[in-house]
């Protein structure tokens, strides 16, 4: 109920003699009388104070920060920024989509009975549950062209010298970079499609059977149409959380080689802390925000419409 | 006992507020003596506990509290850029790297307090290239100023495995004495330790990096030299980018490095490499020698005898016209940003930091990694010209005896911002990677250092 009906409503009930500013004040108070209001005002406060302060006041501190157009006239000329938004772009459109494909085909997977399917899926929630840095950090040096734990690998079993893996090419070390973000953030989104397989009703698998809808046509006619929604809102949430990630990138390939593997988070950081340019730095994060803000509006509006679908 | 109602909550709380917010300025008072301190991280924990240990002899001497923290290398230069930016600053900032790029550009912006008469205290102790380079220019005063309490030294001297070079049928002694046949008596060792079995071996450990914040500068600046290119800016602050030595020079140097390179002489990381990442791969015996500023490489493995009487330590050869070549030193010291505090115990405890006897001890708890900024030292403490020790002494030589200059960046502040943007690494990458001659990768170089040099006009 809004204020203009709660105005209406009451004032078929209350004596003449009640002034009409007294009830405009009631229905701004949405309803609520003498303590009531205070009472939910100081339980509103600090939650607002902490909102603004931890919230509202630093991005609004961002955008002032990287308000200024010469800082992005700066940037736009910079060809370090414009191979950083292709490596964006790839490491996004790849990195989530493979991960999302991936993660919905093994959902099926570990659908299957069996003590066996259960113990691999433990197994393979682990990078998952693993701290990110250690995990990063380990690829970094695992992937090191002379003396890495993959390359030594390589030489002991195959005798060949293996590639300079982050070391030498952009294309094989973003490579790195997307398949590290692939195993570490596939088993989570395994399972958020598990549970999401889990919720379909089994007799709508029992129909489609009797009609003659097994293997693949199941997965085409029943599962996937009613996993569409979900599927799509863990893909643009995961989109969202790409777009921001830094560990995968900084810490398997640091941006190498020769600065050719930076993505808009970690070129962020790299000019506002090592250029000492926080301003550059805040501009670089923030244009992301023209692919940042429709993604949002658009899990948004997801999100109100798909209330009680899968 | 009265009963606790709603009301009386709330107006306890209203005034328990109001007492913390009108109580404040005198809880500030009654902290006016103290001074918060951020300070790097020790290389070993004794270094830490020195530190320590100075704060608490300065706390005891002047009444004063010194609030300390101690934070490592990557996340200090984090929070005093963001200090400085939100002017949410502490008193003192100690950074190993801060005349690379923080300083510079901070004294320029006129962020940071004249420190002159703390420096002045001890000029006539001071090393003459580490007074000169604790001076930086201000834009708004348009003037040079002290921004900076000189602490310590770091040299860039030569690492050698002494075992591989004899490994390789080589003598060091037999070493060219001039700057590129130098590095050119190393190369041949690679086949030879290959051929015996030494797989990932390589000669040279150019730090042919794009990752700051030194080590690829450093490295460049110090070919650039030997190809006789020192007056790429010149003492009065002035970029000389168009002369024609200093463009022969800068080829020179960016044709050496990177033909060493593709030829296949140095790690293939290298273009990668962080500050700590030569060291890593010099202990992991995966090149024969580097040059790398400070003895850190060496004294990282002080309690494995063996290996540290392995290391060789060497100063600079003649520079290519077969010339002594002055040493470039990175000085290091503490800052006061403005907006701090309490400016008057921060210039205190500064002044008591960079006395010689108090310096002396927190460097020599540091192993010697870093060198004193007062030359007496070396005479006075028997510690740092120990013949016994095969690195410090090669070290202080190169850095206090032998002739210095400060790095380009004190002359022009905008030569830390040209450091900081990794110019030369991105050169050598236009190189190696988009197969870039080295006369087109100068020309594009010196052209971006014209550019920002363009924003620092120092009169």
New interface residues.
């Given amino acids: 109920m809004d204020g203009a009906q709660v105005l209406k409503t009451t004032e078929a009930f209350v004596p003449r003699r009640v002034s009409l500013s007294r009830l405009r004040r009631r229905a701004w108070r949405g309803g609520l009388q003498g303590?009531e209001f205070?009472?939910a005002v100081?339980f509103t406060v600090p939650y607002i104070a902490l909102f603004l302060a931890f919230v509202a006041y630093p991005v609004a501190?961002g955008l002032w920060?990287g308000h200024k157009p010469s800082l992005y006239a700066e940037l736009f000329a910079d060809p370090?920024y414009q191979r950083t938004v292709v490596n964006t772009v790839l490491y996004v459109g790849i990195g989530v989509n493979l991960k999302m494909f991936g993660a919905l085909l093994l959902s099926g997977f570990f659908m299957r009975r069996g003590w066996w399917v259960k113990g691999l899926l433990l197994i393979y929630v682990l990078p998952w549950a693993v701290p990110a840095l250690p995990s990063f950090i380990s690829i970094h040096w695992m992937l090191?062209?002379?003396?890495g734990l993959l390359n030594n690998l390589m030489?002991d079993v195959f005798g060949i010298d293996g590639p300079?893996w982050?070391?030498?090419s952009?294309w094989l070390a973003l490579g790195s970079v997307i398949v590290s973000h692939i195993w570490k953030w596939m088993p989570f989104w395994t399972v958020i499609l598990l549970a999401g397989r889990m919720a379909v009703p089994q007799e709508l698998y029992e129909a489609a059977e009797m009609d003659g809808a097994t293997g693949f046509r199941r997965f085409v006619h029943v599962t996937f149409p009613l996993l569409a929604n979900l599927y799509l809102i863990c893909t643009l949430l995961s989109t969202i959380f790409t777009l921001g990630d830094f560990n995968s990138v900084y810490f398997v390939?640091?941006?190498?080689?020769?600065?050719?593997t930076h993505v808009l988070a970690t070129l962020g950081i790299r000019d506002?802390?090592?250029?000492?340019r926080?301003d550059l730095g805040v501009a670089a994060v923030m244009s992301s925000l023209p692919l940042m803000i429709p993604l949002v509006i658009l899990l948004m509006r997801k999100l109100r419409t798909t209330e009680v679908r899968l | 006992m009265n009963r606790l109602s709603r009301r009386s909550v709330l107006r306890a709380s209203l005034g328990l507020a109001a007492a913390g917010a009108l109580g404040r300025p005198f809880i500030a008072n009654a902290a006016a003596k103290t001074a918060s301190v951020w300070w790097q991280q020790g290389f070993v924990p004794e270094e830490d506990a020195s530190f320590r240990n100075m704060v608490a002899e300065y706390e005891k001497a002047s009444g004063n509290k010194i609030d300390q923290s101690i934070i490592p290398f990557g996340p200090l230069m984090q929070k005093m850029v963001s200090a400085v930016t939100t002017g949410d600053v502490p008193d003192v900032m100690l950074h190993d790297a801060g005349s690379q790029n923080f300083l510079p550009q901070n004294a320029w912006n006129d962020k940071l307090v004249d420190l002159t008469d703390v420096v002045e205290t001890q000029k006539s102790q001071l090393h003459p290239t580490a007074y000169l380079s604790a001076q930086y220019y201000n834009s708004v005063t348009k003037k040079r100023g002290a921004y900076m309490a000189p602490i310590k030294i770091n040299a860039t001297p030569y690492h050698v495995w002494s075992s591989l070079v004899e490994k390789a049928g080589y003598k060091l002694a037999d070493a060219p004495k001039t700057w590129d046949a130098f590095w050119d008596f190393f190369k041949p060792m690679q086949k030879k330790l290959r051929d015996q079995g030494m797989r990932g071996v390589y000669s040279l450990g150019l730090q042919l990096t794009t990752v700051g914040p030194n080590d690829g500068n450093v490295l460049f600046h110090h070919f650039l030299m030997a190809n006789g290119g020192n007056g790429i800016i010149t003492k009065d602050g002035q970029p000389h980018l168009d002369d024609p030595q200093v463009k022969e020079a800068v080829i020179k140097t960016l044709t050496y490095l990177t033909t060493a390179f593709k030829e296949g002489y140095v790690p293939p990381g290298a273009v990668s490499w962080n500050d700590a990442d030569d060291n890593n791969a010099f202990h992991a015996k995966q090149f024969v020698i580097d040059l790398d500023g400070t003895i850190s490489t060496e004294v990282a493995l002080i309690h494995d005898k063996e290996q540290y009487d392995d290391m060789v330590t060497l100063g600079l050869p003649l520079d290519n016209a077969g010339k002594p070549m002055p040493e470039q030193i990175l000085v290091e010291g503490a800052v006061v940003p403005k907006g701090a505090k309490n400016l008057d115990v921060a210039k205190e405890f500064l002044k008591y930091a960079i006395r010689p006897e108090v310096v002396n001890a927190y460097l020599k708890s540091g192993l010697g990694r870093w060198l004193p900024t007062m030359p007496g030292l070396i005479k006075s403490d028997p510690f740092w010209l120990d013949p016994k020790d095969p690195h410090v002494k090669a070290y202080v030589e190169e850095g206090l005896v032998n002739p210095t200059i400060p790095a380009f960046a004190v002359y022009n502040p905008g030569y830390a911002e040209a450091n900081a943007q990794q110019i030369w690494g991105v050169a050598h990458s236009d190189i190696i990677q988009h197969d870039m001659t080295p006369q087109a990768a100068a020309e594009s170089a010196l052209g971006k250092i014209k550019t920002i040099l363009a924003k620092y006009p120092v009169m």
């Fill in positions: 303590s205070t009472w100081a501190y920060l370090i090191n062209g002379q003396w030489w300079g982050i070391e030498t952009r390939s640091g941006g190498g080689p020769a600065l050719s506002a802390f090592d250029i000492a926080p």
